[in-house]
C-alpha cells in the first residue's frame, strides 16, 4: 500500500464525552507510540477541553508511560521520594491486606508542595472484579456553581497547605517510619490562591485540596473550617463528576489544575481485592 493510502486510512482522534461536566473517551490515537507535535496538540486541545481522558486497552510499559507523560510537560519526582533520597517518577500504587486504600478523599495532588503538578497519568494494571472505580469532580464546574456573591468573596482568599497526619501515617507505610521526621523537618507546605486561573484556559477554579488544606488565611479558625467544608462539599455533587470502571490496561490522563479526584475503596467492604496501579505526574 503506498504512503498516500496510508494516511488515507488512519483513523484522526476524537473524543467522546462520557458525562456532562467533565471526561471524555480518547480513539483513535496511539499513545504507546511516538506523537508527532500536531498530535501532541490534539491530545493537549482535548485534555483542556474535557479534563480527564480516559483510554481503554492502552497496556503502557513503563518506557511508553513515561514518554508519553514526556509529551506533556516534565514529569515529577513525588517529593516523599525525593526526600527519601529517591529519583523515580513512575510509582505504583497498590491496595493489598498489608497496605489498605487510602485515597476515598477528594483531593488534587500535592497541594502542600509550592509547585503542584499540572497533569497525571494512570495506568490500571491490575483492577478488583468489583469496586475500585476513580472519581473525578470539575473544579472549574464547582467555581461556576458558586453565586457571584460568594465568588468575589473567595476570589481574594488564600489557603495553607500542608501534608496532615492523615497523609503522613499513609506514607509512612510505604517509605517507613522515618518518613514522619523528615516531612517535619523539610516539608513547610504552601500557601496557594483559593481561586486559580487556569493557566491555559482562563477559566477560574476552585484550588481545593482536600485534607491537606489546613485554614484559609486571615479568617478565624471556625469561619475557615466552615467556609472549607462548604466548598469541599460542593464536590459531592455528581453532576460535577465523571467516573470510571476500569479494566486492564486502561489509561487516564486529568488535569490536575481544575479537577478532584478520588479512589474508591469499595473493592475493601467485603473481603480486601488487590488494585495496582502505575502512576505519574507531570509539573
Request: hydrophobic content about 40%; charged content about 20%.
Amino acid at each position: 500500500m503506498k504512503e498516500a493510502d496510508v494516511s488515507a486510512t488512519r483513523t484522526s482522534p476524537s473524543f467522546t464525552p462520557v458525562a456532562g461536566a467533565c471526561g471524555a473517551v480518547l480513539e483513535g490515537l496511539d499513545v504507546s507510540g511516538p506523537l508527532g507535535a500536531d498530535e501532541v496538540a490534539v491530545l493537549r486541545a482535548g485534555l483542556l477541553e474535557h479534563q480527564v481522558l480516559f483510554v481503554r486497552g492502552a497496556h503502557l510499559d513503563d518506557e511508553q508511560h513515561l514518554a508519553l507523560a514526556r509529551c506533556l510537560g516534565e514529569p515529577s519526582v513525588f517529593p516523599i521520594v525525593k526526600l527519601m533520597g529517591g529519583d523515580r517518577v513512575l510509582s505504583v500504587i497498590e491496595d493489598s491486606p498489608g497496605s489498605p486504600p487510602d485515597a476515598d478523599g477528594w483531593h488534587t495532588d500535592v497541594t502542600w508542595s509550592p509547585t503542584p503538578p499540572s497533569i497525571a497519568l494512570l495506568c490500571a494494571l491490575e483492577v478488583p472484579s468489583v469496586g475500585g472505580d476513580t472519581l473525578w469532580a470539575s473544579t472549574t464546574r464547582a467555581y461556576d456553581a458558586l453565586s457571584p456573591v460568594m465568588q468575589r468573596f473567595c476570589d481574594p482568599l488564600e489557603v495553607y497547605h500542608h501534608p496532615g497526619p492523615r497523609f503522613i501515617d499513609a506514607v509512612a507505610r510505604s517509605f517507613g517510619p522515618e518518613v514522619r521526621e523528615r516531612i517535619e523537618q523539610f516539608v513547610d507546605g504552601a500557601t496557594h490562591p483559593l481561586v486559580k486561573v487556569h493557566p491555559e484556559t482562563g477559566a477560574k477554579v476552585l484550588f481545593l485540596g482536600g485534607s491537606f488544606m489546613q485554614h484559609i488565611v486571615g479568617l478565624h479558625p471556625a469561619e475557615s473550617t466552615l467556609l472549607l467544608g462548604y466548598l469541599q462539599g460542593i464536590l459531592d455533587d455528581p453532576n460535577l463528576h465523571v467516573r470510571w470502571r476500569w479494566q486492564p490496561g486502561d489509561l487516564a490522563i486529568w488535569d490536575e489544575r481544575s479537577t478532584n479526584h478520588r479512589a474508591l475503596s469499595d473493592h475493601f467492604l467485603d473481603a480486601p481485592q488487590h488494585r495496582r496501579m502505575r502512576r505519574c505526574t507531570v509539573e
